[in-house]
């Protein structure tokens, strides 16, 4: 096997965090990760397997306790009680230590796991919701994950089968400790990488015949619409697919289809002056057959009779196999320009070698391969079990386009974290089948946003494409807005890719992690925090009759938070029901938040580092933010090649200030002089200095009363001097326009006029929020008209 599939491990536990006894080991890995192993020989294994990679973990304290009946141990995490036999309920438990549960706290051996769950495989044939697999968090403080039936990862890059039918079980018991325990989950198992820039721009996917010419057509007809992507994503059929059927099907394919593509290398080049990457699918499940360019030299290399034109079977249990198919059907499309692949395995998970999944060969693979020339890794393609989160981008499978199916995702997006799986990319606005909904199309497109990849897909229906002009005016509107804004989120979006490499928070979280004694949080299964500074909750229902919004059952933490789209001031410490017109979705943003832009939309800009950023702060408490940028490509981020750049609003001190230290590290990645846009949202009017290095200079500044934003503009800030805004009043939150807020939402309503009148009359009249609650509650009206009311009253 080449260097290159010999990945770096540290597989053997420190002797002094091991219990041994004649057949069994032990290994207290940390204060609440006990991995348990049982052997009749004796034999234990200390290579890395699929799932654990890493069990180099520092000493930990433990005691140990000899009994009559076998031995305790504890930490201050856990209690283990075993009786040194062969491991059973009767014999082996764990209890997690804290108040967490009367008993559901205590594992015994083999007992059903109650976890907070991870992910799925696929989403192949879902309609709706789905039974996920185990995680690693649970709220009764454990869960456990059972390693003993994966392959062994052999020093020389390979794979093998354990020998023998031992217990290999890791326990997870870090109580509501999630976020510790999914950080020592991603020393096990490895840390998931960062992505190229490029793959958290908008990507255009779609299963349908395109012609170079056609496809070209439909990017200048995307760049006139101001419709920005930086993934091309050809499907199947760039290949040949009609073959002659003494070959089999044409599911499989590594051939261009000449008559639709002409010339490869011109039509990807043509791609990447652009700026946009591009994948091509593949179905590998069927080798490679004689029909194919490079089938000749693929099989004399592997000894197959091409004269005859044997099949060159699809074995991913042959080492040899897996080097022809990679140098063979995949490198040279690379050298034409080929970015990345899309491997869609839909075949199971069986192989000639019991325990061998295909699928997860495929992946590690295909990622070790793609690193070779020194750019940063990566591949496309579905989930295959614990440690999946080292390969990203994850390909959740063919979506049915129905409102269910989109009601499932957030969850099933944001729940995946609890197995470390921080990269799902889904088929925004569904796949195929079910139903054209344009209110539908707009909400996933904004879900699709504020999700970790941006991925429009569809099926190759004439009918269900995903261009916006196809859609009724608003979704296209919409659309285009929400498209453009994940680009201008760039700078913000790649410091979180950042984050969750480095600091293994991956970028979309449930609620849970950062309040896991709140009951609430557990009970918004579609709401989660996006990075460190936002919270989104989705609208996955048709906007509600006559008021033209629709709702989302919102649990809003203790504190100040801010809406993104529309500056509303909300206290915090309560669940709350959300209206919101098609065109925005709750994006709630905590007091003291701040998050960089970009103005830039095109894919040649958003894949470098800008030249201009716009900073949105959010006032009401103190604030920070780190700014992570790198080369966007290479893996010299792995030894620490990076700029940061600190930002921190002073919002509670005598005198209010916002700071953007200078750069550090390698700035030579960065532009030598930058553009600043600073808006301050949600603020009141205030004089101010701008200064930088201590010495006063020139910017414009302008407040925009409807919106409540102070806008600072401050030109050629060279990225060496750190810029400081002091104000010269005291800053304050805004408060919101409750009069204005109720009119637009009664005018825009299809409801009886004297019904409008009556209730704004009521609120001009300017009685108490108590009072006019009281009398909102007894008035024969709309429930939902109430509902939209009382957010806007009482936020």
């Given at each position: 096997?080449?260097?290159?599939?010999?990945?770096?491990?540290?597989?053997?536990?420190?002797?002094?965090?091991?219990?041994?006894?004649?057949?069994?080991?032990?290994?207290?890995?940390?204060?609440?990760?006990?991995?348990?192993?049982?052997?009749?020989?004796?034999?234990?294994?200390?290579?890395?397997?699929?799932?654990?990679?890493?069990?180099?973990?520092?000493?930990?304290?433990?005691?140990?306790?000899?009994?009559?009946?076998?031995?305790?141990?504890?930490?201050?995490?856990?209690?283990?009680?075993?009786?040194?036999?062969?491991?059973?309920?009767?014999?082996?438990?764990?209890?997690?230590?804290?108040?967490?549960?009367?008993?559901?706290?205590?594992?015994?051996?083999?007992?059903?796991?109650?976890?907070?769950?991870?992910?799925?495989?696929?989403?192949?044939?879902?309609?709706?919701?789905?039974?996920?697999?185990?995680?690693?968090?649970?709220?009764?403080?454990?869960?456990?994950?059972?390693?003993?039936?994966?392959?062994l990862l052999t020093e020389d890059g390979w794979v093998e089968p354990r020998c023998g039918r031992g217990e290999d079980i890791y326990f997870f018991g870090y109580g509501h400790d999630y976020l510790e325990c999914l950080k020592d989950f991603y020393h096990l198992s490895g840390r998931s990488p960062m992505l190229p820039r490029f793959v958290l721009g908008n990507w255009w996917s779609r299963?349908?015949?395109?012609?170079?010419?056609?496809?070209?057509?439909?990017?200048?007809?995307?760049?006139?619409?101001?419709?920005?992507?930086?993934?091309?994503?050809?499907?199947?059929?760039?290949?040949?697919?009609?073959?002659?059927?003494?070959?089999?099907?044409?599911?499989?394919?590594?051939?261009?289809?000449?008559?639709?593509?002409?010339?490869?290398?011109?039509?990807?080049?043509?791609?990447?002056?652009?700026?946009?990457r591009t994948t091509l699918n593949v179905h590998p499940a069927e080798g490679v057959r004689g029909f194919e360019e490079m089938y000749p030299d693929m099989a004399r290399a592997l000894g197959v009779d091409w004269e005859k034109e044997d099949p060159i079977n699809f074995d991913i249990a042959d080492p040899a196999f897996l080097e022809a198919y990679l140098e063979y059907a995949h490198h040279p499309y690379e050298e034409m320009g080929v970015d990345f692949w899309w491997v869609d395995w839909q075949q199971g998970n069986n192989s000639r070698i019991p325990g061998l999944d295909p699928l997860w060969m495929l992946n590690h693979y295909h990622f070790l391969d793609s690193k070779r020339e020194g750019k940063r890794p990566m591949t496309f393609s579905r989930y295959a079990g614990p440690g999946s989160h080292r390969y990203p981008v994850g390909f959740s499978g063919d979506t049915i386009t129905t409102w269910e199916s989109l009601e499932f995702q957030p969850y099933f997006t944001a729940n995946a974290s609890n197995i470390g799986y921080g990269w799902w990319s889904h088929d925004i606005g569904g796949h195929m089948r079910g139903y054209k909904d344009d209110e539908m199309e707009a909400r996933w497109t904004q879900f699709g946003v504020f999700s970790p990849i941006m991925r429009l897909h569809s099926s190759c229906s004439e009918f269900n494409g995903k261009e916006p002009w196809r859609f009724k005016k608003e979704t296209e509107v919409v659309m285009g807005e929400f498209l453009r804004l994940r680009h201008r989120l760039m700078p913000y979006l790649y410091t979180m890719n950042y984050r969750a490499s480095e600091s293994a928070e991956p970028m979309i979280m449930p609620m849970y992690y950062r309040h896991p004694e709140a009951a609430e949080a557990y009970e918004v299964a579609n709401q989660y925090y996006f990075g460190s500074e936002m919270i989104v909750a989705p609208i996955t229902a048709p906007r509600i009759r006559k008021i033209n919004e629709a709702k989302v059952r919102v649990w809003i933490p203790e504190g100040t938070y801010i809406d993104f789209f529309n500056h509303m001031v909300y206290e915090g410490g309560r669940v709350m029901e959300l209206y919101r017109p098609l065109e925005t979705i709750p994006v709630l943003v905590k007091a003291g938040g701040v998050i960089p832009m970009t103005d830039s939309t095109g894919a040649a800009d958003v894949t470098k580092n800008p030249e201009a950023l716009r900073i949105l702060i959010f006032g009401g408490a103190d604030g920070a933010f780190t700014l992570y940028e790198d080369d966007n490509e290479t893996c010299d981020y792995e030894q620490g090649v990076c700029v940061t750049t600190e930002m921190k609003l002073d919002w509670e001190g005598e005198k209010q200030t916002f700071t953007?230290?200078?750069?550090?590290?390698?700035?030579?990645?960065?532009?030598?002089?930058?553009?600043?846009?600073?808006?301050?949202?949600?603020?009141?009017?205030?004089?101010?200095?701008?200064?930088?290095?201590?010495?006063?200079?020139?910017?414009?500044?302008?407040?925009?009363?409807?919106?409540?934003?102070?806008?600072?503009?401050?030109?050629?800030?060279?990225?060496?001097?750190?810029?400081v805004v002091r104000f010269e009043t005291n800053m304050k939150l805004s408060e919101n326009p409750v009069e204005k807020l109720v009119f637009e939402f009664l005018n825009q309503a299809e409801i009886e006029f004297e019904t409008k009148e009556m209730l704004f009359k009521r609120i001009r009249e300017g009685k108490s929020l108590k009072v006019f609650l009281s009398e909102l509650q007894a008035m024969e009206i709309d429930g939902e008209i109430k509902g939209a009311l009382v957010e806007i009253l009482t936020a």
């Amino acid at each position: 096997m080449r260097d290159i599939f010999k990945v770096k491990t540290n597989p053997a536990a420190c002797g002094e965090n091991i219990v041994l006894g004649d057949c069994y080991r032990i290994s207290v890995l940390t204060d609440g990760l006990i991995r348990l192993e049982y052997q009749e020989n004796g034999h234990f294994e200390d290579r890395p397997s699929q799932m654990a990679w890493n069990r180099d973990f520092k000493p930990t304290q433990y005691r140990v306790i000899k009994t009559e009946d076998g031995i305790e141990i504890l930490t201050k995490r856990i209690h283990l009680i075993y009786d040194e036999k062969k491991f059973s309920k009767n014999g082996l438990s764990i209890q997690v230590i804290g108040n967490l549960s009367a008993y559901h706290s205590i594992w015994h051996y083999s007992e059903e796991i109650h976890d907070l769950k991870g992910t799925a495989r696929t989403l192949d044939e879902v309609d709706g919701s789905t039974e996920l697999e185990h995680g690693v968090l649970s709220r009764f403080g454990y869960s456990v994950l059972d390693d003993g039936k994966s392959m062994l990862l052999t020093e020389d890059g390979w794979v093998e089968p354990r020998c023998g039918r031992g217990e290999d079980i890791y326990f997870f018991g870090y109580g509501h400790d999630y976020l510790e325990c999914l950080k020592d989950f991603y020393h096990l198992s490895g840390r998931s990488p960062m992505l190229p820039r490029f793959v958290l721009g908008n990507w255009w996917s779609r299963y349908y015949k395109y012609t170079e010419e056609s496809y070209l057509a439909l990017m200048d007809r995307f760049e006139r619409e101001d419709i920005p992507f930086t993934v091309a994503v050809i499907d199947m059929d760039w290949h040949l697919v009609d073959i002659d059927p003494k070959y089999g099907s044409g599911w499989t394919g590594y051939t261009w289809n000449r008559s639709l593509f002409p010339d490869p290398k011109r039509f990807l080049q043509t791609l990447h002056k652009r700026g946009m990457r591009t994948t091509l699918n593949v179905h590998p499940a069927e080798g490679v057959r004689g029909f194919e360019e490079m089938y000749p030299d693929m099989a004399r290399a592997l000894g197959v009779d091409w004269e005859k034109e044997d099949p060159i079977n699809f074995d991913i249990a042959d080492p040899a196999f897996l080097e022809a198919y990679l140098e063979y059907a995949h490198h040279p499309y690379e050298e034409m320009g080929v970015d990345f692949w899309w491997v869609d395995w839909q075949q199971g998970n069986n192989s000639r070698i019991p325990g061998l999944d295909p699928l997860w060969m495929l992946n590690h693979y295909h990622f070790l391969d793609s690193k070779r020339e020194g750019k940063r890794p990566m591949t496309f393609s579905r989930y295959a079990g614990p440690g999946s989160h080292r390969y990203p981008v994850g390909f959740s499978g063919d979506t049915i386009t129905t409102w269910e199916s989109l009601e499932f995702q957030p969850y099933f997006t944001a729940n995946a974290s609890n197995i470390g799986y921080g990269w799902w990319s889904h088929d925004i606005g569904g796949h195929m089948r079910g139903y054209k909904d344009d209110e539908m199309e707009a909400r996933w497109t904004q879900f699709g946003v504020f999700s970790p990849i941006m991925r429009l897909h569809s099926s190759c229906s004439e009918f269900n494409g995903k261009e916006p002009w196809r859609f009724k005016k608003e979704t296209e509107v919409v659309m285009g807005e929400f498209l453009r804004l994940r680009h201008r989120l760039m700078p913000y979006l790649y410091t979180m890719n950042y984050r969750a490499s480095e600091s293994a928070e991956p970028m979309i979280m449930p609620m849970y992690y950062r309040h896991p004694e709140a009951a609430e949080a557990y009970e918004v299964a579609n709401q989660y925090y996006f990075g460190s500074e936002m919270i989104v909750a989705p609208i996955t229902a048709p906007r509600i009759r006559k008021i033209n919004e629709a709702k989302v059952r919102v649990w809003i933490p203790e504190g100040t938070y801010i809406d993104f789209f529309n500056h509303m001031v909300y206290e915090g410490g309560r669940v709350m029901e959300l209206y919101r017109p098609l065109e925005t979705i709750p994006v709630l943003v905590k007091a003291g938040g701040v998050i960089p832009m970009t103005d830039s939309t095109g894919a040649a800009d958003v894949t470098k580092n800008p030249e201009a950023l716009r900073i949105l702060i959010f006032g009401g408490a103190d604030g920070a933010f780190t700014l992570y940028e790198d080369d966007n490509e290479t893996c010299d981020y792995e030894q620490g090649v990076c700029v940061t750049t600190e930002m921190k609003l002073d919002w509670e001190g005598e005198k209010q200030t916002f700071t953007i230290d200078s750069a550090r590290g390698a700035l030579e990645l960065i532009p030598e002089k930058r553009n600043f846009v600073l808006e301050f949202a949600a603020v009141t009017d205030t004089e101010c200095c701008v200064s930088l290095n201590g010495e006063e200079t020139v910017y414009r500044k302008s407040y925009d009363a409807d919106s409540r934003t102070l806008t600072l503009e401050i030109d050629q800030v060279s990225a060496a001097k750190t810029l400081v805004v002091r104000f010269e009043t005291n800053m304050k939150l805004s408060e919101n326009p409750v009069e204005k807020l109720v009119f637009e939402f009664l005018n825009q309503a299809e409801i009886e006029f004297e019904t409008k009148e009556m209730l704004f009359k009521r609120i001009r009249e300017g009685k108490s929020l108590k009072v006019f609650l009281s009398e909102l509650q007894a008035m024969e009206i709309d429930g939902e008209i109430k509902g939209a009311l009382v957010e806007i009253l009482t936020a």
